[in-house]
């Protein structure tokens, strides 16, 4: 089992940067592909970025790039997402999560463990 608990979510002006963090604990959490989702009210929850075990190599959905980076530290078995120029578009929860896959993927059903959600709010 591994449990995830995201923190660093919270109100922010149009413009402005929030750092997300995701806490692991469980089993090794360095070999295994991390990933950040949102979902804003009234839809579907999406694919925003992934890192592999690595942390060498990184994927952003289109709306992100430029703007968020997902890092990762193993030896504090966390990872980041930083999010910079942010836009009342990214309000959403994100969760954090982790697939046992060797493979990385935007694809939320192959993710096994999930965290309990941290709100972004972006005010305009």
């Known amino acids: 089992q591994v449990q995830l608990v995201e923190s660093g979510g919270g109100l922010v002006q149009a413009g402005g940067s929030l750092r997300l963090s995701c806490a692991a604990s469980?089993?090794?959490?360095?070999?295994?592909?991390m990933g950040w989702f949102r979902q804003a009210p009234g839809k579907e929850r999406e694919f925003v970025a992934t890192?592999?075990?690595?942390?060498?190599?990184?994927h952003y959905v289109d709306a992100v790039k430029g703007r968020f980076t997902i890092s990762k530290d193993n030896a504090k078995n966390t990872v980041y997402l930083q999010m910079n120029s942010l836009k009342p578009e990214d309000t959403a929860v994100y969760y954090c999560a982790v697939s046992n896959r060797n493979y990385q993927t935007v694809d939320d059903w192959e993710y096994d463990y999930w965290g309990q959600g941290t709100q972004v709010t972006v005010s305009s």
């Open positions: 469980g089993r090794t959490f360095s070999r295994y592909v």
């Open positions: 890192i592999n075990w690595t942390g060498g190599s990184t």
